[in-house]
């Protein structure tokens, strides 16, 4: 019996199941860039875009820790709003 048969005989479209998969990788995605934010945020106490311009600011100075720091946060920042962006396309597909 394949996965289909099996959703069919449980009453679910493939389309439902697939969204609802789609909208939980999307959300633990989410909630893991979150966290790793979080963690930037609090260890400098500042937002990202803050931190961002701090560190690009420092004029002959160099803090490879800062800098670290910054690449692995402005990942996480943007893959948190990549991940927010298609958790609203999924919620929006019909």
């Keep these: 019996m394949t996965v289909v048969e099996i959703l ?3 009453g ?8 609802e998969h789609a909208t939980l990788l999307a959300l633990s995605k989410m909630s893991r860039y979150e966290a790793e934010c979080a963690l930037f ?3 400098y106490a500042e937002p990202f875009h803050a931190f961002k ?3 690009r600011s420092m004029l ?3 803090d490879f ?3 670290d ?6 990942f996480a920042h943007t893959a948190l ?4 962006d298609k958790l609203e396309e999924i919620r929006h597909v019909g």
């Design 12 to 19: 679910e479209r493939e389309d439902h199941v697939l969204r």
């Design 41 to 43: 945020e609090e260890k």
């Design 69 to 74: 720091d910054l690449m692995d946060w402005e």
């Design 65 to 67: 820790q800062m800098d």
């Design 60 to 62: 002959n100075e160099e």
């Design 81 to 84: 709003s990549w991940w927010k």
């Design 8 to 10: 069919k005989q449980a």
């Design 53 to 55: 311009e701090r560190v």
